[in-house]
């Protein structure tokens, strides 16, 4: 009979799947989907800021089409004041477009208070 020899693929293999586990556990927080970065954020609650604002100051009977949140419209002028300068589109009562008009709004966030308007205009 010949002598038995031990197979040592095996045991290869499992320490092989052993470190993947392993590795795989360590990076795991990679795959997790992270948080924004607080500045965009900050942009996007100033963007929605801005709109409540817009919204309020805009005549009512009037149609219009608000746009959607870009960062090329929202810009901070310091650590605590934020600019937002975006179109709106007037639209006639078939919600065709009949015109458009900037608006831009110039905010303050303070900690204690939230958020306060500073200027307001719709230019045409």
């Known amino acids: ?14 320490a092989l799947l052993a470190a993947i586990a392993v590795i795989a556990f360590l990076e795991l927080h990679r795959l997790s989907p992270s948080a924004p970065p607080q500045r965009i954020l900050s942009e996007i609650e100033a963007w929605n800021q801005a709109l409540r604002f817009a919204r309020d100051r805009v005549d009512p009977t009037q149609r219009v089409l608000f746009p959607v949140y870009s960062p090329a419209f929202v810009r ?27 608006f831009r709004v110039l905010e303050k966030w303070e900690d204690g208070k939230g958020w306060t308007l500073l200027e307001f205009s719709l230019d045409p």
């Open 76 to 102: 901070q002028t310091s650590p605590d004041r934020w600019e937002i300068a975006a179109p709106l589109d007037f639209l006639d009562a078939d919600g065709l477009p009949a015109g458009r008009k900037r």
């Open 1 to 14: 009979m010949r002598p038995h020899r031990a197979f040592c693929g095996l045991p290869l293999l499992l």
